[in-house]
């Protein structure tokens, strides 16, 4: 059974599992599909077109699934946000529709948005992840599972962030991060590999060896980078960090953050 107040403003076409709690004043719009065992506070607006799964949380004065900030974007197209199982997502954070018809913004299972939190249209966020307070992302931007955000972090339109990575607080991401990485500084570069987080996350010692290796091979081996590139694949053939490492690489549009730390933050 669900448990909704009286005051809730809800289109008559929902689709809604069950054992779901919906709080006051709460608008949930046409086109929205909720699972089983959400809960949603008050004043929160969901929708149009809206799919969630399953034992969410989501905070007072939310909005997920407004219209993309986005000059591109036709007044009254069909477009979706997709929001996965075990999220908690918390007061004032916005998500908006994906801007072409019938595009998405995706998240995945088990992320945490803290306050203030904006996903631009497009999106793409996997599992696992943690955003500290007012991080802003950009529309288009792509982020792997079990990256972390520090506070009024932010990302620019189109860039890629890979797993296992720590944004330090105040960083602005303009170029695609590699996976396992800690970045750090307005424009973001790479200071290192992510050591505490993949500890915490059961990386071996071995494992994180590996990793900071084929960090130094690519940005300070002074071997240039089609040679380190190259250098990785004939020495590292079938190691799984090799592998997502050089991948991600294939797939990256924007290029990558550069190493160091970057002068304007180190005075």
């Given at each position: 059974?669900?448990?909704?107040?009286?005051?809730?403003?809800?289109?008559?076409?929902l689709?809604?599992?069950?054992?779901?709690?919906?709080?006051?004043?709460v608008?949930?719009?046409?086109?929205?599909v909720?699972?089983?065992?959400?809960?949603?506070?008050?004043?929160?607006?969901?929708?149009?077109?809206v799919k969630?799964?399953?034992?969410?949380?989501?905070?007072?004065?939310?909005?997920?699934?407004?219209?993309?900030?986005?000059?591109?974007?036709?007044?009254?197209?069909?477009?979706?946000?997709?929001?996965?199982n075990?999220?908690?997502?918390?007061?004032?954070?916005?998500?908006?529709?994906?801007?072409k018809?019938?595009?998405?913004?995706?998240?995945?299972?088990?992320?945490?948005?803290?306050?203030?939190?904006?996903?631009?249209?497009?999106d793409?966020?996997?599992?696992n992840?943690?955003?500290?307070n007012?991080?802003?992302?950009?529309?288009?931007?792509?982020?792997?599972?079990?990256?972390?955000?520090?506070?009024?972090?932010?990302?620019?339109?189109?860039?890629?962030?890979?797993?296992?990575?720590?944004?330090?607080g105040?960083?602005?991401?303009?170029?695609?991060?590699?996976?396992?990485?800690?970045?750090?500084?307005?424009?973001?570069?790479?200071?290192?590999?992510?050591?505490?987080?993949?500890?915490?996350?059961?990386?071996?010692?071995?494992?994180?060896?590996?990793?900071?290796?084929?960090?130094?091979i690519?940005?300070?081996?002074?071997?240039?980078?089609?040679?380190?590139?190259?250098?990785?694949?004939?020495?590292?053939?079938?190691?799984?960090?090799?592998?997502?490492?050089?991948?991600?690489?294939?797939?990256?549009?924007?290029g990558?953050?550069?190493?160091?730390?970057?002068?304007?933050?180190?005075?």
């Amino acid at each position: 059974m669900n448990k909704i107040e009286k005051n809730c403003k809800i289109s008559e076409d929902l689709i809604i599992g069950d054992g779901n709690q919906i709080g006051s004043n709460v608008i949930i719009k046409e086109g929205c599909v909720i699972g089983n065992n959400n809960i949603i506070l008050d004043n929160t607006i969901i929708g149009p077109y809206v799919k969630m799964g399953d034992n969410n949380e989501i905070g007072y004065f939310t909005y997920l699934g407004g219209d993309p900030q986005d000059h591109d974007f036709i007044k009254n197209s069909i477009s979706y946000v997709e929001i996965g199982n075990n999220n908690i997502i918390r007061e004032y954070v916005t998500i908006h529709r994906g801007t072409k018809e019938n595009s998405k913004t995706i998240i995945r299972d088990n992320n945490f948005l803290m306050s203030y939190v904006h996903l631009g249209h497009n999106d793409i966020v996997g599992s696992n992840c943690t955003f500290t307070n007012l991080v802003q992302l950009s529309g288009y931007v792509e982020v792997e599972d079990n990256v972390v955000w520090g506070g009024m972090s932010g990302a620019h339109q189109f860039c890629k962030i890979g797993a296992y990575t720590m944004v330090g607080g105040k960083s602005y991401i303009n170029k695609d991060i590699l996976p396992y990485s800690l970045i750090f500084g307005t424009p973001a570069n790479i200071i290192g590999i992510n050591s505490v987080g993949l500890r915490r996350a059961g990386f071996s010692s071995e494992d994180r060896e590996i990793i900071k290796t084929l960090f130094h091979i690519i940005y300070n081996s002074g071997l240039g980078f089609s040679k380190a590139i190259e250098k990785i694949r004939n020495e590292y053939s079938g190691n799984i960090y090799a592998e997502k490492i050089l991948n991600f690489i294939e797939r990256s549009k924007r290029g990558l953050a550069a190493f160091g730390y970057n002068k304007s933050e180190n005075g």
